[in-house]
């Protein structure tokens, strides 16, 4: 079956740009998490959902960032006015369920800000 | 803030050598997972463990969960190169609303030499 998918892979925007980088997860999953990950790092939490409620948006860095999953599926992480700061590898995950439930992650969004 | 400290960050051995991965926190967690991250791909579940004192094992792999549910390890047993990666350690929050988030540790890359 379909695993996570995420889009685009890669994306270079100038500074000062929107972007919005969309994560569709396996289907039927309730739980859907935003994470950004440096390199040779582990991740970083961002966000979650289950179904189309937020439920922690404490790791977002500040108000630039924002997500949404309004119809309890496909989710969109958007960063606005861009920064060099912001570049980084940015992982969807979803599971079965919140709790101990293993978290399947997507290929990520490489998001680079010139 | 829950912080999980991996150790070490950096681990560089020859095939048929014995290693331990440390993660520990001051914060207890409901359950810890470890998940291993190839170059290009998101991290993949490895094992959770959940009771304190629990011990599991996959094949050359020995994971343990600390009595008092705040730290783990990992020890692999005769590495092979096919061992090389990050391996990462997440800790799942109890409750309330951020049940089922994932605080991960910095991770520790291993290189397995032939």
């Known amino acids: 079956g379909a695993g996570v998918s995420q889009s685009p892979r890669y994306k270079v925007t100038k500074r000062g740009q929107d972007v919005a980088l969309r994560c569709d997860p396996i289907s039927g999953h309730v739980s859907l998490y935003w994470y950004r990950q440096a390199l040779g790092q582990g991740p970083e939490f961002l966000t979650y959902?289950?179904?189309?409620?937020?439920?922690?948006k404490s790791g977002l860095p500040n108000d630039r960032f924002s997500a949404e999953r309004p119809e309890g599926s496909i989710s969109t992480l958007t960063i606005q006015r861009t920064e060099q700061r912001d570049s980084a590898m940015y992982r969807c995950a979803s599971s079965l369920t919140g709790g101990a439930y293993e978290q399947y992650f997507g290929p990520g969004t490489r998001l680079t800000v010139t | 803030t829950q912080l999980l400290e991996q150790s070490p960050q950096f681990l560089s051995i020859q095939e048929g050598e014995n290693l331990t991965v440390y993660c520990n926190s001051s914060s207890v967690f409901s359950s810890l997972q470890w998940y291993r991250q190839e170059p290009g791909e998101g991290p993949v579940l490895l094992v959770t463990v959940v009771t304190g004192g629990e011990v599991k094992k996959l094949k050359r792999l020995t994971f343990q969960f600390g009595d008092a549910r705040k730290d783990s390890s990992l020890h692999i047993t005769a590495a092979q190169p096919g061992d090389t990666g990050l391996y990462l350690c997440?800790?799942?929050?109890?409750?309330?609303?951020?049940?089922?988030?994932?605080?991960f540790g910095q991770g520790t890359i291993l290189t397995v030499h032939p």
């Open positions: 997440a800790g799942v929050n109890a409750g309330g609303t951020s049940y089922g988030k994932l605080t």
């Open positions: 959902f289950n179904y189309e409620a937020q439920q922690d």
